[in-house]
């Protein structure tokens, strides 16, 4: 009798022991919203250069015959800015210890002083995590969004020009659809991750400029890690790209040009946060890209055998005020420091840039969260 109460337990114990490891998984589920409102001054809206801002404030309706052919159709280039921000994930645990997220979010901007820019931007997301160990938490995501609408600037329409034989500008406005995907990987817990993402970006003009439509392919690496004393926010970031336009239409009169190019980025950036008041921090960073035109046309004199060096350098400061309003702040500063072929040396003056922008901004953030009982 002994022998076989023995026999039992073993079993048993085994069955105790395995039992949070058999068991089904509890689908903890989570509902997150997120609702933020900013009010932002940005000085240069449509990113004119020095020249172009002198030619509009002295005259906003320059070129314009009556309600066409406007060299510009913003009023000011600074402008205040109303952006509203929605967003909504659920979060739910169907593999055990591994979240599972879904989410969608909507974005209104709105200017005060120019309306034209006005655009919406609608997005939906999903995040998988791979792995259950959360020092060397591996996370998968993926992405779409879509702009229905969005205003660059007003562009010369080459073909029009040419048959009209006069200078036509016409507003240049896409459809822009973003997809992708991003592997984050936990190297050391909270001190160290890496990120690889790839990402699609097509734009589709109106059909002033269909030689600029075209697909964005991204492949972005990022490291980013966390010293714990100081408390500092170190991210490198390598990007390379490939955009490849419509360029040179049949049925035009003239070449259409192609904006087509390659190009490789790299970025540094450091956050320091500090706990004064009620918390805020301060970031800054650098950032340069080589780009290089890859038209083929012998006369599209601004792009043939163009390349671009593009450096960037920023400094934000963000600092709450209350519970949910926040400062924020950035300086930018911005150069492009173009390299033609001989002979088209002249085109710098046009392409060539050094400027500084700035923005401010106060926002209001709230966050709305339930939690449905676990069965």
């Given amino acids: 009798m002994g022998s076989t109460t023995r026999a039992l337990r073993l079993p048993a114990a085994a069955a105790l022991l395995l039992a949070p490891q058999l068991a089904p998984a509890r689908a903890a589920q989570r509902l997150d919203l997120d609702f933020e409102l900013e009010e932002r001054y940005d000085d ?119 048959e009209a034989g006069e200078t036509i500008r016409t507003a240049a406005d896409y459809e822009r659809t973003d997809y992708g995907a991003r592997w984050e990987q936990q190297i050391v817990a909270d001190r160290l991750r890496t990120f690889v993402g790839y990402e699609v970006e097509r734009r589709d003009y109106d059909a002033s400029f269909d030689e600029r439509d075209s697909d964005t392919r991204r492949l972005t690496l990022k490291l980013r890690g966390h010293v714990p004393g100081p408390r500092l926010r170190l991210e490198l970031v390598y990007g390379h790209g490939t955009r490849d336009a419509e360029g040179d239409r049949p049925d035009t009169p003239i ?88 002979g088209f040396e002249s085109n710098k003056d046009i392409v060539d840039y050094d400027d500084n922008r700035y923005t401010v901004g106060l926002r209001y953030r709230v966050r709305v969260r339930s939690r449905e009982p676990e069965p």
């Fill in 44 to 162: 240069n809206i449509t990113d004119l250069s020095d020249r172009q801002i002198d030619r509009l404030e002295d005259d906003p309706q320059s070129g314009c015959t009556g309600s066409s052919n406007c060299r510009f159709l913003i009023e000011s280039p600074d402008d205040f800015i109303t952006i509203g921000h929605l967003d909504a994930r659920w979060t739910t645990r169907p593999l055990k210890r591994r979240e599972t997220v879904v989410g969608a979010g909507l974005d209104g901007w709105r200017y005060a002083r120019n309306p034209v820019k006005d655009y919406n931007k609608l997005g939906l997301f999903a995040e998988q995590e791979l792995t259950a160990s959360r020092k060397h938490l591996a996370t998968l995501r993926g992405w779409v969004s879509r702009i229905p609408s969005y205003y660059v600037r007003q562009l010369t329409d080459d073909a029009a020009s040419f």
């Fill in 255 to 342: 070449p259409d040009d192609d904006v087509s190019y390659d190009y490789d980025s790299w970025g540094l950036s450091v956050g320091v946060p500090w706990r004064a008041g009620r918390g805020g921090g301060l970031s800054f960073g650098a950032s340069t890209e080589d780009r290089d035109f890859t038209t083929d046309n012998l006369f599209d004199t601004l792009r043939y055998g163009r390349t671009d060096e593009r450096t960037r350098q920023y400094v934000a400061v963000e600092q709450k005020l209350m519970r949910d309003l926040e400062l924020s702040a950035e300086w930018r500063h911005r150069e492009n420091d173009a390299e033609f072929l001989p």
